[in-house]
């Protein structure tokens, strides 16, 4: 928890986001949180290992023996997710249970049987201890004690989430459905193209994060390349069109330019009216990204309709609507769009360092001019994020100067503030629960 003394709150005035949330106060938050190795600490213990967190896909393993794994600093271990004969999704430690090698070493296969390459103990899909050489040396060796460690897994959505308590206090299915149950059935599975990023970010994990949960920055970090395809205000700000805070996580609703290809996603879905409306002034100011929608028009295997969508995609119903940023604690951001989602991981590596997973899924292009649509679509979201990244590590730098104690918010940068709150809220509580157990 945070040591820094906050100034009093000034009350947010009504009809604010802020205002709409008055238990997360208006005033400051401290620095601390994102410079401190222990405070850190704290965060692997009390949510790292005790909190749902996505690791992949179940396109990722669709055949029985398909696996891939995850190292998880934030965890300390790495684990083996793997589909089982009877098309289950398992999650294991990657330790021996015998002189504790790790079991796999290869990110992803597919196997009909883990074996230890230091002594040859064999385990099957469900980490079941299988196979023993020279077991008659052992002396009473129950087999049934020495499995791989399991770990709780389930799936969401279709994506794949673990937890490091092997009994969860809380189900996948209550921890998502308070603030994402209504936008289940977003056709996720139909999503099956698309492009991703890997990079190591020399920034705290909740400085990353932040980033991508306000769209205050967006008008000046993003001059080159998408502030022009917002839906901005006179003094060129970007307002969001609502924001929900709920018990974990959090979520943002933006609106766009529709006489934009970035601002305007309907346009490549619905073509028509919407696609005339992107490429009215998109032809002159971006003629490359007109280009592209133009190719792209028609091209996707399958349509999404607006009112086909989940009543939670858009729940304002604007028709200037171009994303969902949803947040779903600690470390996942998911936006939602017609025509394709991105899905980003910031999982801790240490106080000041951040893996950054980021994956976009598209439907399939069965065009030459869809695939030409993608690859432009890879370029300018690969220029947003080298745009963000370009301020990540040295905000973090700064900050670690010590020379600024708190920092301010406004009102649009609510799901900043939500997160703090969070964060402070479970290490409060694990606190508490470890001083009672002690």
Known sequence: MSTIQLSSDVPAPAGTLTGRYPELGSGPIPVEPYISPEYFEQEKEHIFKKTWLQVGRVEEIPKAGDYFVKDLAACDTSIIVVRNRQGEIRAMHNVCAHRMNEIVYDKCGNTRKFFCKFHGWAYDLDGKLTGVPDEKCFFGLDREQFGLSRVACDVWEGFIFVNMDPNPAISLADYMKPMFGDVEGYPFEKMTSGFGWQTVVNCNWKLALDAFQEAYHVAYVHGNSIADAIDKTDNESMPPLDALCGEFHRRLSLAGNQKSVYGNPKALTEGGAAAQNALSDAG???????????????????????????????????????????????????????????????????????????????????????????????????????????????????????????????????????????????????????????
């Open 284 to 438: 002159q100011k971006r003629p490359i990204a007109a280009a592209a929608l133009r190719a792209g028009i028609g091209s996707a295997k399958y349509a999404f309709p607006m009112d086909a969508l989940p009543s939670g995609v858009n729940w304002t119903k604007s028709p200037n609507w171009l994303f969902d940023m949803n947040i779903m604690f600690p470390d996942f951001y998911v936006s939602l769009r017609p025509n394709y989602c991105q899905a980003y991981n910031f999982r801790p590596i240490s106080h000041n360092q951040t893996l950054v997973d980021a994956r976009v899924f598209y439907p399939e292009m069965t065009t030459p001019g869809g695939r030409f649509f993608l690859e432009y679509m890879k370029v300018a979201l690969r220029d947003v994020l080298l745009e963000d990244f370009s301020t990540l590590e040295r905000t973090q730098r700064a900050a670690e100067t010590g020379a600024k104690k708190v920092m301010v918010l406004q009102d649009n940068e609510l799901l900043v503030r939500h997160a703090y709150h969070v964060v402070e809220r479970i290490l409060a509580e694990g606190a508490a629960s470890a001083a009672t157990s002690a």
